[in-house]
């Protein structure tokens, strides 16, 4: 262990967490091949196999176990050092890592980076648009826009308005289908599988329609509503500005989604994250009507 590298055990730390080769080279934002010559590397120095292959991926061997948690405990370390010496940055210049959900940054983060960038043209952004949660305290991002009940503790988090969402569909679908009752015609567009949708649509007017379709991305869902393929529960603040969609009549209220803000306690000292972060939710919450559903379009 003490011969190898700070980016050797990052390499095996990635290889950990994405189960595979390809994984970690996309989490390393390295080649395929040099995350397989360094894992080599590394083995041979051990004169021991770190990982076996799976069905289900790369497995730690008991070696691998011995080191994962020293490498976790060296990774602590160093991204703590990072954090406390970027923390002491106190100039409006340089780059900012936001994360945020693709529907999220498409429809409500760009527009508010671009007035961001008109005022602060050294700071440059650096937007990962996924699905996936990014790791603020393994440094993946600097700031973080999250649809979650709660941030984790040791998070620094600044409640957004809540999201609302209702049912919408095309004038067209609404006007040729039945929405209630047994004999119904219209169908809802999944978002999952059947039985975690039977959860919450069974609470609807809409419970005896039947689910057809399953599109997970929220961006390819919305094209598929407007396209008439059925019906769907929507992010407000998105379906109210599509002129092909309207909200069905018989629906209660709006359901809602607590929305937050993260940054990472060592980074909120940072002067462009902290600027950056305070803009962002002064800019979001001058479209709270909009994103609480009080305006139709």
């Known amino acids: 262990m003490k011969n190898f590298e700070w980016d050797d055990l990052r390499i095996f730390l990635a290889i950990f967490r994405g189960r595979s080769i390809r994984a970690a080279s996309r989490i390393m934002g390295v080649s395929h091949s040099t995350v397989s010559r360094r894992l080599q590397a590394m083995e041979l120095q051990l004169e021991s196999k770190l990982f076996t292959r799976q069905p289900e991926g790369f497995i730690l061997t008991e070696v691998g176990e011995s080191v994962v948690k020293r490498a976790e405990r060296v990774e602590t370390e160093i991204l703590s050092i990072e954090r406390e010496i970027f923390g002491r940055d106190t100039s409006l210049a340089g780059l900012i890592r936001i994360s945020a959900p693709p529907n999220i940054a498409q429809h409500l983060l760009i527009p508010c980076i671009r007035e961001f960038a008109a005022l602060y043209p050294d700071i440059d952004i650096q937007l990962d648009s996924s699905y996936e949660f990014a790791n603020l305290s393994r440094n993946d991002a ?156």
């Open 142 to 297: 600097d700031i973080a826009l999250r649809i979650q009940k709660m941030p984790d503790d040791h998070l620094i988090g600044h409640q957004l308005p809540d999201l609302a969402g209702a049912i919408y569909a095309t004038p067209e679908y609404i006007a040729t289908h039945s929405f209630t009752g047994k004999e119904s015609t219209a169908r809802w567009v999944g978002w999952g599988s059947h039985k975690a949708m039977a959860k919450w649509h069974g609470e609807t007017p809409y419970s005896h329609c039947k689910v057809q379709h399953c599109i997970h991305d929220p961006l390819a869902h919305l094209q598929a509503v407007k396209e008439g393929l059925g019906f769907s529960m929507l992010y407000c603040f998105i379906a109210d500005k599509e002129l092909g969609l309207i909200r069905l009549p018989e629906q209660a209220k709006p359901n809602y989604s607590p929305f937050w803000i993260l940054t990472h306690p060592d980074l909120i000292t940072t002067e462009r994250v902290r600027v950056c972060v305070r803009f962002l939710r002064e800019a979001i919450y001058k479209q709270q009507s909009q994103l609480t559903g009080g305006i139709s379009f």
